[in-house]
């Protein structure tokens, strides 16, 4: 399993994510990594709901709403409730792996991943933030709406990227993610109001927005639309303001598995918000507002700069 990326992660990279919010590097991992990460996909697909989400005790304990989040993830209600929404119609979601599952936090660890994030976004040092894991089932006709990832981090910050991966091929026509290029940077007013565990028991307030729908601007000469080919191996980093959505998985055979990891770079500063995901080991009135990521323990430096 290689421990440094395949290929020279050049300043090219880095110009294209700061222009373009969103980009794609191939051949980054070694097919050793991708046979482990599916290997440890298919215990979770394989286990039953009462035995996911097995995070340690003392982080449930501390945090409220996360114990509530992770309990209803693992209930009989909840399993009838995906196989009544997610499920039913082929998607499926699996998160904070690193927590209860040792082969991701191996691959956060020990893969060339976190340099990667740290050579894009122009880091000194690199912090693990949280990990997912996103199915579509061939065939998977589920839309994921478009969205940014930054309404929903208890942070600010530029350099809070996501990394995309892909475990078997993707196809820009039938199963790829879709970015709209340059949107980091576009003023869209309002921020969103984001779609969490949380926001599900409070009201949206007047002055947030849904997020922006781009799908009235397709065929807009003025709006770029971008999907890749991708191979397993490849990546895409994109910013945390950069919009993207999910559409379906029109393979007639091949599921769409795909892992994301997300990553604190230099200039991140607590901002919790009663609307944010809860983040496992540190619940969202323990965060100090507009201080820095100290908490090693929780989210450790993977990455630095051995130049800095």
């Given amino acids: ?70 309990e209803a993830n693992r209930s009989d209600d909840a399993r009838q409730r995906k196989i009544n929404t997610e499920f039913g119609r082929g998607f499926v979601r699996t998160k904070y792996m690193r927590w209860w599952m040792p082969e991701f936090e191996k691959f956060a660890f020990e893969s060339p991943a976190a340099e990667v994030i740290g050579r894009v976004i122009g880091a000194e040092k690199v912090r693990f933030f949280i990990d997912a894991i996103f199915m579509k089932e061939p065939l998977c006709d589920h839309r994921t709406v478009w969205h940014s990832d930054a309404p929903s981090w208890p942070v600010r910050g530029g350099q809070v990227p996501t990394m995309w991966i892909p475990l078997l091929p993707v196809s820009a026509e039938d199963s790829s993610l879709e970015y709209i290029i340059g949107s980091h940077k576009r003023d869209l007013g309002q921020e969103p109001w984001p779609d969490t565990f949380n926001t599900a028991k409070l009201e949206k307030p007047k002055d947030r927005s849904d997020y922006y729908d781009w799908e009235k601007r397709r065929g807009d000469p003025d709006v770029c639309f971008v999907t890749y080919d991708m191979e397993p191996g490849d990546v895409v980093v994109f910013h945390p303001s950069t919009y993207h959505g999910g559409g379906p998985n029109m393979h007639p055979t091949m599921p769409r598995i795909a892992i994301s990891l997300r990553w604190f770079g230099d200039d991140v500063i607590w901002d919790p918000r009663p609307e944010c995901v809860n983040i496992p080991g540190l619940p969202l009135d323990h965060m100090k507002s507009g201080q820095p990521v100290t908490e090693d323990d929780i989210f450790p430096v993977v990455w630095s700069n051995p130049q800095v």
């Fill in 1 to 70: 399993m290689n421990k440094h990326p395949l290929i020279e992660i050049g300043s090219e990279y880095r110009e294209a994510y700061d222009r373009d919010g969103v980009v794609l590097i191939k051949g980054v991992f070694d097919s050793e990594w991708i046979s482990f990460l599916l290997d440890a996909w298919a215990q979770i697909r394989d286990e039953k709901p009462e035995n996911l989400y097995n995070l340690p005790h003392h982080l449930l304990e501390r945090d409220a709403n996360l114990k509530e989040e992770m």
